[in-house]
């Protein structure tokens, strides 16, 4: 069983920038692919991006590449999405999930764990 904590999220301008992170109980987070996926008001929840248990593999959504950055921490159970140049757009809820499966696909229906969420809100 794991346990996901995020935090990080608020209130930001468009083109600001916030940290989520997401806090992992348990001693075998590096077994687990992690990932980042946001549910706006009245849309279905989305893949935003994901990182494998060593690190070394990253994947994003086309509409954040460039702009946001999926990293982990495995001493600290921790994965963080470093947002910038934020949109509108952005505002969501966004959730950390955790696969057991290798590799995964980083698919909503394909993840293990999750999260509660935290509210990310981009003013215009």
């Known amino acids: 069983q794991v346990q996901l904590v995020e935090s990080g999220g608020g209130l930001v301008q468009a083109g600001g920038s916030l940290r989520l992170s997401c806090a992992a109980s348990g001693r075998t987070f590096r077994s687990y692919a992690m990932g980042w996926f946001r549910q706006a008001p009245g849309k279905e929840r989305a893949f935003v991006a994901g990182i494998s248990g060593s690190g070394l593999s990253t994947y994003y959504t086309d509409s954040v590449k460039g702009r946001f950055t999926i990293s982990r921490d495995n001493a600290k159970n921790t994965v963080f999405l470093q947002m910038k140049s934020l949109k509108p757009e952005d505002s969501a809820v966004y959730y950390c999930?955790?696969?057991?499966?290798?590799?995964?696909?980083?698919?909503?229906?394909?993840?293990?764990?999750w999260g509660r969420g935290t509210l990310v809100t981009v003013s215009p």
């Open positions: 999930a955790a696969d057991n499966d290798y590799p995964s696909r980083y698919d909503v229906s394909g993840m293990d764990y």
